[in-house]
């Protein structure tokens, strides 16, 4: 009898010493695994679970920004490459690239930004999403003008008019030539684009062809486009 008591008793001492080795051992485990690394898809996945109508309920789409290509062009994820619409950004090598570049990404990069997509032409040639994008409830598009990083492009056909973005935008490279020293535009009927009037272009237009215009919002709203020699 006593024979079989030590050994029940044995038994006993063996078990919870295996019983206190595997809580000890899973303990181990918890406190020595190694945190998690940051993971750029899996965070960029939960920015767009939660979008578009969450995050951006008034705009056709929104995602996370992981990459800024330059001042007028975003990677978004789960959408693609982005085109800032009416606005146009220096390229690399031109004189405020970075500067353009470097708001941008203040304003996008790691961001979750909303798209107002442009109803009217909602992709470029390239193959890129035309779009206003907004970080919070800031316009970037426009910013980039008002700031003097980007000028206006406005090509219709467009939902966008940028001139109204800014009011009396002046473009960096006006100088004493500009419509703000004559006061007006020549239009080309038949082209549908607007010129400086001192624009070689002009000189070659028939008399017939050409339209006194007062102002870039009178051209826009008629349908004309920027010529892109004298840069009205």
């Known amino acids: 009898m006593k024979s079989i008591k030590s050994i029940l008793f044995l038994i006993t001492i063996v078990s919870l010493v295996g019983v206190a080795g595997c809580i000890s051992n899973n303990n181990y485990s918890n406190d020595t695994s190694p945190l998690p690394a940051y993971n750029e898809t899996s965070n960029a996945q939960n920015d767009l679970n939660n979008s578009p109508n969450s995050t951006y309920p008034n705009y056709e789409a929104s995602g996370y920004c992981y990459h800024v290509v330059d001042g007028d062009t975003i990677d978004v994820k789960g959408i693609g490459r982005i085109r800032f619409v009416g606005v146009n950004a220096p390229e690399r090598g031109q004189s405020g690239y970075q500067e ?7 304003m996008c990069l790691g961001k979750t ?8 032409k909602q992709r470029d040639k390239y193959g890129r ?8 409830n800031t316009n970037v598009n426009a910013d980039l003008l008002k700031l003097e990083y980007a000028e206006v492009m406005y090509i219709p056909p467009s939902e966008f008019n940028p001139y109204s973005w800014v009011g009396n935008y002046q473009s960096k490279s006006s100088n004493s030539n500009s419509a703000g020293a004559t006061g007006y535009y020549i239009g080309n009927k038949n082209s549908k684009k607007f010129h400086l009037p001192d624009c070689p272009s002009v000189a070659k237009m028939s008399e017939a062809n050409k339209i006194r215009l007062k102002s870039k919002h009178e051209a826009v709203d008629k349908g004309f486009i920027p010529c892109k020699n004298c840069d009205p």
């Open 100 to 106: 353009a570049k470097d708001y941008v990404e203040s």
């Open 113 to 120: 930004v909303g798209l107002d997509i442009d109803d009217a």
């Open 129 to 136: 999403t035309l779009a206003v994008i907004y970080a919070g």
